[in-house]
């Protein structure tokens, strides 16, 4: 008998991180499995940021932060968004979490009620739809496909709109594509949401220093909708530090103050020590993210001339992120012996336990025709993994 409540199972596990545990019980039995699959930085934190990490455990930075972080930290993102997007927020304005996953969850949370509508245009991260689920809301999906680059239009977020729409949560850079939305994109966007200011914008831009086509841009630039944006950022992406666990969000003072009564009940504030790093991050050299964004647009060059030159895969040329998202649908249909290809995840499993490279199957990223491959590894692993994936390919007949 069932006893799980019925928000649990309405929820889907995560495939990134199933994929992930799958290629690592084939590493357990020995096999050399390359793993495409996490969408994390391969880099370690820079040492500064390590330091004062270690500085603060001598310190006894070890009590209970404030709900929203520090003031300090606070303080630093309030310049980082000054400094680096030309955006004004207060003290006040910001609340920090245990990553941006929380950050975002935060907000849906205390934004979505009962039957509330969040456009979440597709392809989309795994964990958007889930979270509108959690909240009792409706996800409503709105697809772009690889021909529009993977981008909403303002016709498409125009027709999405209902009465009962609450919310758009907007990706850029994106994960899984690694489009990026330009100003004037965002332009056109944020001219539709002014006519509708019911609707608020989640604008998730964690991988904002990870772009190879100019600097990023915020959705939160445009005076017209500026109230109704909530930025969420972190630390993770940027600057290596996944496993810390430190994100934020930037907003109207009465959605934080929401937010803060949110988590005052079920985490409290983030961890004292990854919250000092957190401040060296972004108050300390930005040298090592330039390093880290040169390294990865070599690598996004590197895995896009290597994927066109894989028959049957149609690829665009991601402007952010560290993901490719090739569409992969004329492998549908195909066999290798038995094995049948039918969807995406079939796909992404016969290379894995074929090709023994770890990628992950499109279907749960709301694009089933597609999968997508983290290129946060080295040159020689991107090379080695799309070798062994023509040669599996080769084999579907």
């Given at each position: 008998m069932n006893q799980l409540s019925d928000r649990l199972n309405r929820?889907?596990?995560?495939a990134t991180l199933a994929m992930s545990?799958?290629?690592?019980?084939?590493?357990?039995?020995g096999v050399d499995v390359i793993n495409l699959s996490v969408g994390e930085p391969d880099f370690n934190t820079p040492d500064h940021i390590k330091e004062a990490a270690k500085k603060?455990?001598?310190?006894?930075f070890s009590r209970y932060s404030p709900?929203?972080?520090y003031p300090a930290l606070r303080n630093a993102i309030v310049a980082k968004l000054k400094n680096e997007n030309g955006l004004d927020y207060t003290v006040a304005q910001i609340s920090c979490a245990n990553g941006a996953k929380q950050s975002v969850c935060n907000t849906i949370m205390a934004l979505v009620n009962d039957g509330d509508e969040v456009i979440v245009p597709a392809p989309y991260w795994v964990s958007y739809p889930e979270m509108v689920k959690l909240a009792d809301g409706t996800p409503v999906i709105v697809?772009?496909?690889?021909?529009?680059?993977?981008?909403?239009?303002?016709?498409?977020?125009?027709?999405?709109i209902t009465p009962k729409t609450k919310a758009l949560i907007l990706c850029s850079p994106s994960n899984p594509t690694g489009s990026v939305y330009t100003k004037e994109e965002l332009a056109g966007l944020a001219a539709v949401l002014a006519k509708h200011p019911q609707v608020y914008v989640i604008a998730d831009e964690i991988y904002e220093h990870i772009t190879y086509?100019?600097?990023?841009e915020s959705i939160a630039q445009f005076p017209e909708i500026h109230d109704n944006v909530i930025i969420v950022n972190g630390v993770s992406k940027a600057y290596a530090m996944t496993g810390w666990r430190i994100g934020f969000i930037a907003g109207p003072e009465w959605i934080v103050k929401a937010v803060n009564k949110l988590q005052g009940q079920y985490t409290s504030g983030p961890c004292s020590v990854s919250q000092k790093a957190a401040e060296a991050a972004y108050t300390g050299t930005q040298a090592p993210v330039e390093e880290m964004r040169q390294a990865f647009q070599r690598r996004r060059d590197l895995i896009v001339k290597l994927a066109k030159g894989i028959p049957g895969f149609e690829v665009n040329i991601p402007q952010g992120a560290f993901y490719l998202f090739p569409k992969c649908d004329s492998f549908f249909g195909k066999s290798a012996g038995d094995r049948k290809i039918n969807n995406a995840d079939d796909l992404a499993m016969y290379l894995l336990e074929v090709g023994h490279v770890a990628c992950v199957g499109g279907t749960s990223f709301g694009s089933p025709e597609?999968?997508?491959?983290s290129y946060a590894t080295s040159d020689e692993n991107i090379v080695k993994a799309m070798c062994r994936i023509n040669e599996a390919l080769a084999l579907l007949k």
């Open positions: 929820l889907s596990p995560s545990q799958k290629s690592n019980e084939l590493k357990a039995q603060a455990v001598d310190d006894n709900v929203p972080g697809t772009a496909g690889i021909d529009q680059d993977f981008k909403i239009t303002p016709a498409q977020l125009e027709a999405a086509n100019g600097k990023h597609c999968i997508r491959m």
